[in-house]
């Protein structure tokens, strides 16, 4: 082993070693040096001593980089405060020749500015010994001030000789490594190992969803913020809000998570100044290892050195490593846990938790017949899993139609009338991801325990699209708690695609709106039939009352026409756009509504048409005991006193939060499930398999 062996600093030190090495690559045991092909070089990033301080507390948050050529080939990660870190990091990195030397550079990590350098070195890669485990300390140096001491970085490398069968094995992986144009050189971080074999600790999902009470960073009192996230090497950065204190993002972000323990994710929020540098607004962390795995934490932060908070959805998804491979449901384990839950949920715990309506198990088993997205004629699917803003994602499954995920999710119900959606993309590491299919299927249509195979759908939900989906999912839940719920505002979701202006989308909605007025129309006409007699005066009060609100429209109008002169074209053609996707918005209202109301009657969703049966049978016998004047003064106390007895209480109309729940003809056809393809039986599978 080579004891505090010197190697050539960044500032051209002579190679010091305490052991005779030499110039042709052999030591004294006369290995021989493979003529040009690949070597794998093992590093051991050990640790640090006596490194330089950058930061104004004298510590400094080093981690190094690893170069070949000008090729960056792997970096370790952040240790905080500390001039003598312990990395104990593994990186695994192929080279084509040794003519280029490993470049090892040391930095001070500064969130949101550029980080400090701290020192370099250069390791001769052709001076190592073949298959020998080897000790390196390094000496770092500044090019610029070479007498400054700026400490060491102890090291383990292996170099070894990719020949023969090795060498074509090694030439096959080569094709899912990046190339580096200038240098030839073949490398592999150890992320990207972990990425490619699966061995990422778990994916980080983060929903930004809003800022509030930011501080004002701008003459007028307001600010233009935006929002970067960091965690390790991986960066992302929000969308700018302009002149707000209290943005409004719902923007979404997947991080990968490397590290056992977790990891910290650094926030800093910013406001945009243009032509100037962007004037910072405040800081936070999450600390990742703090937080249970598999769950949404909705997260309120505080911003430190600054003003208001960030408001977050953090969700933390085991890797394909902890994943459940062992979907058996009739394990006596498995019969104790379900045992367990339907007691929890029993008709005997009405009034337990009232917020805790039920729970559901989804098994994300397979998929089959997938689109092709990339070139190659492959893709590499994931799947995520969402049930209102909880939001789970699989593994990715790598140049594979037919993926096998095996990966179990649970989730606690709010509400039994949510709609669970899953949604299978293809991972693009450059890009954002690949739709590849989608299906969304009600709580109250699941059928307990049977697998079964979903034909994927386009991004509307109302046509289908290659593959189909093994899923199987099971939903226990309290039935008087769930009805309780139907009364209650829905949740809000913060992440949902915003509405643009459709031809096809506004002729739907003209229709169906004018179904609905046809429906009241001979609802008229049946009336009049019953009780056909004519009205002078109500026709004349009618006759007044619409030209009053014509002549307010022309009013308005002319106001209007005076203003839209003063605006440029481009203005004008904004506003145009705006008004077609209100009335867009206002038609699909208005005609939800009335196929809603249709929807109840018509026993669309059982449940609902039950409970409503249920609730008018209640209220009639409620009629018939008690006088009305007394629960209209119950009603009455009762509304009065609500704000008073609850200030922070959600004011609603309990007939409109029941009717929210009621799908529209629309989804309907969005929930309604295809039929697959009898080739796709599970049953029909496994037989051909056993054959």
């Known amino acids: 082993m080579l004891d505090s062996c010197k190697l050539k600093s960044a500032c051209n030190l002579p190679f010091i070693c305490n052991k005779k090495i030499n110039t042709a690559g052999t030591s004294n045991a006369e290995v021989p040096l493979a003529d040009p092909g690949m070597y794998q070089l093992d590093i051991t990033l050990r640790k640090g001593q006596s490194l330089a301080a950058r930061d104004r507390g004298g510590t400094s948050d080093p981690y190094v980089k690893f170069k070949i050529g000008r090729k960056e080939v792997f970096r370790s990660k952040i240790i905080h405060k500390n001039l003598n870190p312990v990395w104990e990091e593994k990186a695994c990195i192929l080279v084509d020749h040794l003519r280029e030397p490993l470049y090892i550079k040391v930095f001070d990590y500064d969130f949101g500015l550029q980080d400090d350098f701290m ?12 298959n020998r485990p080897t000790d390196v300390t390094l000496t770092l140096k500044d090019p610029h001030y070479p007498d400054h001491d700026l400490g060491i970085i102890l090291l383990s490398v292996i170099l070894t000789p990719k020949e023969g069968e090795s060498r074509d094995v090694t030439m ?14 073949q490398s592999l971080r150890l992320s990207d190992l972990h990425r490619k074999s699966h061995l990422w600790r778990g994916i980080v999902s983060i929903t930004l969803i809003e800022g509030r009470d930011l501080k004002a960073m701008d003459s007028n009192g307001l600010s233009d913020p935006y929002v970067k996230f960091r965690l390790g090497h991986q960066k992302y950065k929000s969308k700018i809000m302009p002149k707000t204190l209290n943005p409004q993002w719902r923007e979404q972000f997947d991080f990968h998570l490397y590290e056992e323990r977790g990891g910290i994710i650094d926030i800093t929020a910013w406001d945009k100044d243009a032509g100037k540098r962007d004037d910072f607004i405040g800081r936070c962390q999450v600390d990742l290892s703090a937080l249970s795995r598999e769950q949404t934490h909705k997260l309120e932060l505080q911003l430190e050195e600054g003003e208001g908070h960030l408001v977050l959805l ?27 839950i339907l007691k929890r949920y029993s008709p005997l715990r009405i009034f337990h938790n009232l917020k805790d309506v039920g729970f559901l198990q989804v098994k994300v088993i397979r ?57 299978v993309y293809d991972e693009d590491r450059d890009r954002s991801a690949d739709f590849l299919g989608k299906v969304a299927i009600p709580l109250l249509s699941i059928q307990n325990g049977e697998q079964k195979a979903y034909v994927l759908k386009n991004k509307q939900l109302t046509g289908p699209t290659k593959g189909v989906i093994y899923l199987e999912i099971d939903v226990i839940f309290n039935a008087v708690k769930a009805s309780l719920r139907t009364l209650i505002p829905k949740e809000q979701k913060y992440i949902e695609e915003e509405n643009r202006l459709s031809k ?56 209007d026409d005076k203003d839209s002169e003063k605006k440029g074209f481009i203005n004008k053609i904004y506003a145009i756009q705006e008004v077609c996707v209100s009335v867009q918005n206002i038609l699909d209202e208005v005609a939800s509504f009335g196929e809603r109301i249709k929807n109840t009657f018509n026993w669309t969703v059982p449940f609902l048409s039950w409970l409503a049966i249920v609730a008018l049978c209640v209220f009639t016998v409620i009629l018939y005991c008690i006088p009305l004047r007394y629960i209209v003064l119950v009603w009455g106390i009762n509304k009065f006193t609500k704000k008073l007895r609850s200030p922070y209480a959600i004011d609603n109309n309990e007939l409109l939060d029941f009717l929210s729940r009621v799908p529209s003809d629309v989804q309907v056809v969005q929930y309604q499930e295809l039929k697959p393809d009898p080739s796709h039986s599970p049953y029909k599978r496994k037989k051909n398999n056993l054959g």
């Open 119 to 130: 020192g370099s070195a250069f390791l001769d890669l052709a001076q190592l010994e073949l």
């Open 172 to 185: 096959l992986m080569r094709k899912s490594w990046k190339r580096s144009s200038k240098f030839q050189t």
């Open 314 to 340: 953090v969700t933390l998804t085991a890797s394909a490593t902890v994943s459940i491979s062992d979907l058996s449901v009739n394990s006596l384990e498995d019969q104790k846990e379900r045992e367990e």
């Open 367 to 423: 998929a089959e017949g997938l689109m092709a997205a990339d070139v190659t004629g492959k893709s590499d699917p994931f799947c995520v899993v969402e049930l209102n803003n909880d939001r789970l994602l699989t593994h990715t499954v790598y140049k594979n139609l037919n993926p096998e995920w095996n990966k179990v999710f649970t989730f606690n119900i709010k509400d039994i009338h949510s709609v669970l959606e899953v949604t």
């Open 504 to 559: 096809q989308l506004l002729l739907r909605n003209f229709i169906r709106m004018k179904r609905c007025v046809m429906v009241l129309v001979n609802a008229a006409y049946y009336v009049n039939s019953c009780f056909d007699w004519d009205s002078p005066p109500r026709s004349l009060a009618a006759f007044v009352v619409v030209e009053d609100m014509l002549e307010d429209e022309e009013e308005e109008d002319d106001k």
